[in-house]
């Protein structure tokens, strides 16, 4: 193949676009994009994509449910990653609401806050912005950022050592408190709910798997979140999303996710779940697979699925299968198969290091492009710190 033939198949598949939902506003979808080669905010409205933000943005907030518009942030020096705060709206609208010069880590709202973690040459430092006045409430370590807001309560993630992660209650008033349920554990607190927080935390199961857990303000105390389907038990996870608003669980285990409503198996592709919402009858989610590239899709309460946002150029690169080596350790490894190859064929061995980060079952530019060079890959998931290579 020629070299122009091979760069023009690159960039056919670089510019397949990747999709995460996001949530809703006022049960219209919202969602991230990367259609058109930038990074954006569109919603589905009246079954047509609209694009909400005019130029790439840095970072969406979450959508609230009741409200039609979403805070984002914008990189405004050139790469620097130094944001302002925007906002956009259901009818394509968007303005810059406040310019603070730091680079944002974490930005939640609701009808009368937007908070987010700041960071600059002079710290980090926990902001607020009411009636349009900015606010610099307290300072902070310099790992922390904003999850959620509401009703002069704010949440985030905080780390203060290595080999945890805390998370923060704060207030307008410039009150910042660092919480644990447990000293060492890993937590994400995520949503306010009442006088409820929200969190995933490894605490009953150090280093091993997550739960939700709500954390009572009032009392001081955690109660883990139960579900009444059992579909979720069963499943075992080692990571776990939870809205309580509409009552979704992404769990995740072996590389891959799947989708739960109140605990009850949802019926979705294999791979990975990026985000998920409800809207009346049906439940929207973002998927993609190694072989698949990110669609969106909505299913009904029969099962019934169809893709609502999708790529024009449709890819099935071959089959995935997960197995474990043993060795001293288990090491888990994606076999992929490409369906554009001989049997028996080239084959590529990938070592991606840990322990932080894996290579589950989603798109990936890195490993497509090797499928479509018409290879078959064997993929190596080592809990190695630090190394990533290719062998072939």
Same mark, same amino acid.
């Given at each position: 193949?020629?070299?122009?033939e091979?760069?023009?198949e690159?960039?056919?598949?670089?510019?397949?676009?990747?999709?995460?939902?996001?949530?809703?506003?006022?049960?219209?979808?919202?969602?991230?994009s990367?259609?058109?080669? *930038?990074?954006?905010?569109?919603?589905?409205?009246?079954?047509?994509?609209?694009?909400?933000?005019?130029?790439?943005?840095?970072?969406?907030?979450?959508?609230?449910?009741?409200?039609?518009?979403?805070?984002?942030?914008?990189?405004?020096?050139?790469?620097?990653?130094?944001?302002?705060?925007?906002?956009?709206?259901?009818?394509?609208?968007?303005y *810059?609401?406040?310019?603070?010069?730091?680079?944002?880590?974490?930005?939640?709202? +609701?009808?009368?806050?937007?908070?987010?973690?700041? $960071?600059?040459?002079?710290g980090?430092?926990?902001?607020?912005?009411?009636?349009?006045?900015?606010?610099r409430?307290?300072?902070?370590?310099?790992?922390?950022?904003?999850?959620?807001?509401?009703?002069?309560?704010?949440?985030?993630?905080?780390q203060?050592?290595?080999?945890?992660q *805390?998370?923060?209650?704060?207030?307008?008033?410039?009150?910042?408190?660092?919480?644990?349920?447990?000293?060492?554990?890993?937590?994400?607190?995520?949503?306010i709910?009442?006088?409820?927080?929200?969190?995933?935390?490894?605490?009953?199961?150090?280093?091993?798997?997550?739960?939700?857990?709500?954390?009572d303000?009032?009392?001081?105390?955690?109660?883990?979140?139960?579900?009444?389907?059992?579909?979720?038990?069963?499943?075992?996870?080692?990571?776990?999303?939870?809205?309580?608003? +509409?009552?979704?669980?992404?769990?995740?285990?072996?590389?891959?996710?799947?989708?739960?409503?109140?605990? /009850?198996?949802? +019926?979705?592709?294999h791979?990975?779940?990026s985000?998920?919402?409800?809207?009346?009858?049906?439940? !929207?989610?973002?998927?993609?697979?190694?072989?698949?590239?990110?669609?969106?899709?909505?299913?009904?309460?029969?099962?019934?699925?169809?893709?609502?946002?999708?790529?024009?150029?449709?890819?099935?690169?071959?089959?995935?299968? !997960?197995?474990?080596?043993?060795?001293?350790?288990?090491?888990?490894?994606?076999i992929?198969?490409?369906?554009r190859?001989?049997v028996p064929?080239i084959?590529?061995?990938y070592?991606h290091?840990?322990p932080? $980060?894996?290579?589950?079952?989603?798109?990936?530019?890195?490993?497509?492009?090797?499928? +479509?060079? /018409?290879?078959s890959?064997?993929?190596?998931?080592?809990?190695?710190?630090?190394?990533?290579s290719?062998?072939i």
């Amino acid at each position: 193949m020629e070299y122009s033939e091979i760069v023009k198949e690159l960039e056919r598949l670089v510019k397949i676009p990747t999709y995460y939902v996001l949530g809703k506003l006022k049960d219209n979808l919202v969602f991230y994009s990367t259609t058109q080669g *930038e990074t954006n905010i569109s919603a589905l409205i009246d079954g047509k994509i609209i694009r909400l933000t005019k130029e790439p943005i840095a970072m969406p907030s979450t959508p609230k449910a009741n409200l039609d518009f979403l805070p984002f942030t914008r990189d405004v020096e050139r790469g620097k990653e130094v944001h302002s705060v925007y906002i956009c709206n259901l009818k394509g609208e968007e303005y *810059e609401l406040t310019s603070p010069k730091v680079r944002i880590m974490g930005l939640a709202y +609701d009808d009368k806050t937007i908070a987010f973690v700041g $960071s600059s040459n002079d710290g980090a430092f926990l902001y607020a912005v009411e009636g349009g006045k900015l606010s610099r409430l307290s300072q902070v370590p310099p790992f922390s950022f904003v999850t959620d807001v509401e009703n002069g309560l704010i949440t985030g993630v905080v780390q203060v050592n290595p080999k945890s992660q *805390e998370f923060f209650i704060a207030n307008l008033n410039g009150e910042f408190k660092i919480l644990t349920p447990k000293k060492d554990s890993v937590n994400v607190s995520y949503r306010i709910k009442g006088d409820k927080i929200y969190i995933s935390s490894d605490y009953e199961n150090p280093g091993e798997s997550y739960w939700v857990y709500t954390y009572d303000i009032n009392s001081n105390s955690y109660e883990r979140v139960n579900f009444p389907e059992k579909d979720i038990y069963e499943y075992k996870p080692v990571e776990i999303f939870y809205d309580p608003d +509409d009552n979704l669980i992404i769990g995740k285990r072996d590389g891959r996710s799947k989708l739960f409503l109140n605990g /009850k198996l949802v +019926d979705t592709p294999h791979g990975t779940i990026s985000g998920a919402t409800k809207i009346g009858d049906y439940i !929207y989610f973002s998927h993609s697979s190694l072989v698949s590239p990110y669609k969106v899709y909505r299913v009904n309460i029969k099962g019934e699925r169809e893709v609502v946002v999708g790529n024009e150029l449709e890819l099935n690169l071959g089959e995935v299968e !997960y197995i474990k080596i043993k060795s001293e350790v288990e090491v888990p490894t994606w076999i992929i198969k490409s369906n554009r190859g001989r049997v028996p064929g080239i084959g590529i061995v990938y070592v991606h290091g840990g322990p932080w $980060s894996d290579v589950d079952d989603s798109w990936n530019l890195l490993i497509c492009v090797l499928l +479509d060079r /018409k290879y078959s890959i064997t993929l190596l998931i080592l809990n190695i710190n630090l190394i990533q290579s290719i062998y072939i």
